[in-house]
Nanobody
Framework: QVQLVESGGGLVQAGGSLRLSCAAS????????MGWFRQAPGKEREFVAS????????IYADSVKGRFTISRDNAKITVYLQMNSLKPEDTGVYYC????????????????WGQGTQVTVSS
């Protein structure tokens, strides 16, 4: 069983940046696709980005393309989400998740989830 712990959330003004981290323990992530999802108040959780085990395949939701960058450090067993040019609509709880499916973007394909970290973007 793998445990995922997110960090790096906080309050930032529109146009600002945040870097989220997801630290894993309990099992290697070497053969896992890692993803970030978010859930805004009153809305369903949605896909943000995913990265394959080698880091060569990155997928982004249209709403964050060009602003967010997902990366991973397999030696540190950590996944990152660099968020730039933040907008108020980026506000929500951000979750890190692990999948054994290459190119996964659907929540159903992710079997392990973190507890989430709050990101609030003020206008």
């Amino acid at each position: 069983q793998v445990q995922l712990v997110e960090s790096g959330g906080g309050l930032v003004q529109a146009g600002g940046s945040l870097r989220l981290s997801c630290a894993a323990s309990g099992r290697t992530l070497s053969f896992s696709t890692m993803g970030w999802f978010r859930q805004a108040p009153g809305k369903e959780r949605e896909f943000v980005a995913s990265i394959n085990s080698s880091g060569s395949n990155k997928i982004y939701a249209d709403s964050v393309k060009g602003r967010f960058t997902i990366s991973r450090d397999n030696a540190k067993i950590t996944v990152y989400l660099q968020m730039n040019s933040l907008k108020p609509e980026d506000t929500g709880v951000y979750y890190c998740a692990r999948s054994l499916t290459y190119g996964a973007t659907r929540q159903v394909d992710f079997g392990s989830w973190g507890q989430g970290t709050q990101v609030t973007v003020s206008s």
